[in-house]
């Protein structure tokens, strides 16, 4: 089976940089994705690690250590529009590459 | 396109009623699936399908059925309702076995 971890909450001030966690365990393993979700709306894709390292898309990025088990997402520049729960999830590599969600971070920014 | 699209938006039922939630997708994508969420919580995922006609169970299928007759539908069935399915039910696709799945906006379903 597969497990995640991520804190259940994050404050930040406006302008700042701030890191959401994510360690996993799972049988087996594919990638590391993360979702972004304002509240009451649709989870959307924000990045995916497949591979060791950084990934860098815009203000956010999003690093992967798969010896460690440990991923985590960087947003930069923080803005308010940025307040919503974020979830990491793990790609398995059974045969159809389900995918299991965490439990989410939500972040407040602050001014 | 109209991406993932899902109704009801919002739906009451009794407890031991039935329903099916409609989800449909015009991306042509091969994957989808239908997860709940509860408040506060990830997303657990229900069922899922790899294309017409083939589908499998995720982590929480007992009291839910699919089916899965063409590429674009993919509609979940609730039998005999009961309180522990009031949740926010999401329906998503993927092209393959690709990394972003698209989802819908979601169903609010309460049983009382």
């Known amino acids: 089976g597969q497990s995640l971890e991520q804190p259940s909450e994050v404050t930040a001030v406006e302008g700042a940089i701030v890191q959401i966690n994510c360690t996993y365990q799972?049988?087996?393993?594919?990638?590391l994705s993360w979702y972004q979700q304002h509240d009451g709306g649709a989870p959307t894709f924000l990045s995916y690690?497949?591979?060791?390292g950084l990934e860098e898309t815009g203000r956010f990025s999003s690093f992967l250590s798969r010896s460690d088990s440990y991923g985590y997402l960087l947003l930069q520049e923080l803005q308010m529009k940025d307040s919503a729960s974020y979830f990491c999830?793990?790609?398995?590599?059974?045969?159809?590459?389900?995918?299991?969600f965490g439990t989410g971070t939500k972040l407040q920014v602050i001014p | 396109n109209a991406g993932v699209t899902q109704t009801p938006k919002f739906r009451i039922l009794k407890i031991g009623q039935s329903m099916t939630l409609q989800c449909a997708q015009d991306?042509?994508?091969?994957?989808m699936y239908w997860y709940r969420q509860d408040p506060g919580m990830g997303l657990k995922l229900i069922y899922y399908?790899?294309?017409?006609?083939?589908?499998d169970k995720g982590e929480v299928p007992n009291g839910y059925n699919v089916s899965r007759s063409t590429t674009e539908d993919f509609p979940l069935r609730l039998e005999l309702a009961a309180p522990s399915q009031t949740s926010v039910y999401f329906c998503?696709?993927?092209?393959?076995?690709?990394?972003?799945?698209?989802f819908g906006p979601g169903t609010r379903l309460t049983v009382t």
């Open positions: 998503a696709s993927s092209l393959d076995r690709t990394y972003e799945q698209y």
């Open positions: 799972t049988s087996g393993f594919y990638g």
């Open positions: 690690n497949g591979l060791d």
């Open positions: 999830a793990v790609r398995d590599s059974g045969g159809y590459q389900k995918v299991t």
């Open positions: 991306m042509n994508h091969n994957y």
């Open positions: 399908s790899v294309g017409a006609g083939i589908t």
